[in-house]
DNA sequence: TGTACATCAGTGAACGCGCGTTCACTGATGTAC
DNA sequence: TGTACATCAGTGAACGCGCGTTCACTGATGTAC
């Protein structure tokens, strides 16, 4: 299903480092990483990226400011290490709710899959605008992101194409691209079989871009006063547009699976 | 058609201050305050809304920075006028670009509303992400924003009530929504007539974070290596999208006007 | 098992910077008679 | 038209706060022989 599944694994991220620490000391090192990281999501999540601190973070771990640097060579490497953490849970949870689902039944895989994105962000809104928000004024997310950005829209992908693969996508009815259009999505055609077709890869784009874009609206507040706040109503809207995604790429509800 | 239109005026709000400074000083006043939140937006452009600073915009005016003060009674208040300035900008953006399409060509005019809004944003990123990325913390954005930030989501629900009316909707085949999906569109039910299908209502709401999700992702860079950096094919795929939208709340391009 | 040396965690002071906001004050502009 | 008073713009110093990062240093932990 071509290189979506260039997705790097997390476990095999922290492999890179000594699998397990010996000593009391790397114990202790990866044990104060973490605190240093947990902290640093926990002051991201009252002042936002731009007010996360390497002062307010020692201070609350009751070490000397110039300590930090033990762990965190700066400001900057700390939030790259943070983005790419959230990324990955964010991953996880989505792979992992798609996973209990009978692998027949692509709408429910895919719906099981975006509403494991929205709970995840919902419960951490200032780890999701630190992924999905404004950018972070004077950062430049490094590469090493970029993997883990992918996973969800990949896996979003792969429900797809392997919902194709089983004939069991109901094609809307589009007609080819425009040259322009077709032309703009030469980038990613490489992640995709060749029988793929053009209008579906510009859905999988929208559904993605759609999704993100519901869910910062929810997120962000913006729906306050226009979509009734009872969490119950929230998710039946949200239910419906999952519905019109997955219609939009083909993937309809209680199609009939292979018996 | 409801009560879309309560859309503040943005002359009308100009209005309230006296219409024309008559004195010098109140000639200066007025410049000076333009000046300043010039020089904010400016700033936020560099700095993001986080590094918005009153001592930077006294600086770069070359007065103290407790002069700013006479002009602007908190950091706050400069944030919520620069945000309301450019929502009505936005706004105002839009609503001219639809205005200069013909009214029976409900494609055209949608089109028209979505791209204007688009090479706003696109001109003018932070502004852009003032209003739809992450919150600022600690600032809780006041009710005298919510006119100004109604003006688009209004205007896109307005070309689609009309064509109702005008009895030039493809009705998407929707059936009718589920009763808590339909609870949930409750605070916003007044802003349409009754005859109003629930499934449109719905349709508007996704067309419109929808939008803002495409955007988000172009203007925040995060469709760079997925789709085409250039110009011309960004557009082209945005064509698509809008082609999308528009036929999911039953707006078809190309449907025949009334002759 | 014991010793000598290297590694590393953590300290506290310092540098140099920025911010929002207040306050007492000067001097110019506007207004009422 | 001229004068007396009120209004207002703008100053500069100050308060109290925060930040990232560096540096020389102490003392504990680890390692090679």
Known sequence: VGRWDLVTDPAQQLAAKPSFPRTARARARAQITQEIMAAGRRHLATDGPAGLSLRAIARELGMASSAVYRYVASRDELLTRLIIDSYNELGVMAEQAEQQVAREDFYGRFAAACHAVR??????????????????????????TVAAANRVPALLAS??????????????ADSALPGPASAALEPIRGYFADATPEPLMLGMLMVWASLFGVLSFEVFGRFHQIIDDAPALRNAFF?????????????????APAT
Chains 1, 2 share one sequence.
């Open 119 to 144: 709970d995840w962000s919902l419960a951490h809104p200032n780890d999701y605008a630190l992924l999905y928000g404004s950018p972070v004024p004077g950062y430049e997310a490094p590469e090493e």
């Open 159 to 172: 429900i797809t194409l392997e919902a194709m693969a089983a004939g069991r996508l109901e094609p809307p």
């Open 239 to 255: 239910d419906e547009c999952v519905r019109r995604w997955a219609r939009g790429v083909g993937i309809v509800a209680g199609a």
